[in-house]
């Protein structure tokens, strides 16, 4: 005979899912952002520059590509490996939006609602742009790249280069998305038992480190991207990650009290 779960079981459940949510969304968040700082601030090695020589735009432009690929193939288990991990800390994170939403009394408040939505389609629209800066990882893992005859490499590397460009956008709005859900999230924070009471400030602080870091993307400030990068990938928004996982996790043993919905 099936057995149905009682409330209680249910919510204890959705407890620990929510703690393991936000420990490996932290972990990930944090570990893909500090292996992009290593490819950014060139601490595996400088990317090519660009030298006009006598051969002409074609011919430079084409070695140019060359050594880039070369650079990237060099770098190319950080480049992997950190946009494996994105894509799965934005997963954790939804699943953690899901685990808040199911736990307490807040299941039916326009908050809770919002945020899980705002959560889905921020962390879709930032796996996206990770994973399409991926799949240029398929011109990279090649070696013996030629400038000869340049015409041809240079048609390569623009195609690569067109997959790059195509993931700002979708960063950006990913990350202004992500803002209003932990905009959402800090207003739940601020008047339920379930997660701290200062976790709305830090919640809020990321919010708008975010619209900072979509800014700098949208506007290609590199330095600016790098540190709002630091910031919200590798400081506070892990923080707030395992915080609130850590804030559902702890009664997750415990009796649950399950209160009529509002």
Request: proline share 5%; hydrophobic share 55%; aromatic share 10%.
């Amino acid at each position: 005979m099936d057995t149905v779960a009682s409330p209680v079981d249910v919510e204890r459940l959705w407890r620990r899912i929510g703690r393991g949510a936000g420990y490996l969304g932290a972990i990930c968040l944090a570990v893909a952002t500090l292996l992009y700082l290593l490819d950014a601030l060139d601490a595996l090695g400088a990317g090519p520059t660009y030298q006009a020589t006598s051969a002409g735009p074609l011919r430079d432009e084409a070695r140019w590509w060359v050594a880039y690929f070369a650079h990237q193939h060099r770098i190319l288990w950080d480049i992997i490996a950190r946009d494996t991990l994105f894509p799965l800390a934005f997963v954790a994170l939804i699943v953690l939006a899901l685990a808040i939403r199911n736990v307490g009394r807040s299941a039916r408040r326009p908050e809770a609602q919002l945020m899980v939505v705002f959560f889905v389609v921020g962390g879709v629209f930032s796996a996206l742009s990770d994973l399409v800066y991926l799949g240029a990882a398929e011109y990279w893992r090649t070696t013996g790249w030629s400038a000869e005859p340049a015409s041809k490499m240079v048609a390569v590397g623009r195609s690569s280069g067109a997959l790059e460009a195509l993931t700002r956008w979708p960063e950006a709005a990913g990350f202004v998305v992500l803002a209003a859900a932990l905009v959402c999230l800090a207003r739940l924070s601020g008047d339920r038992g379930e997660l701290p009471s200062r976790l709305p400030l830090l919640t809020n602080i990321e919010a708008l480190l975010l619209i900072g870091a979509a800014l700098a993307e949208a506007t290609h400030a590199d330095t600016a991207y790098d540190v709002f990068s630091l910031l919200t990938g590798a400081l506070v928004g892990p923080t707030v990650a395992a915080w609130a996982g850590w804030s559902l996790g702890r009664t997750a043993g415990a009796p649950a009290s399950v209160s009529a919905p509002n």
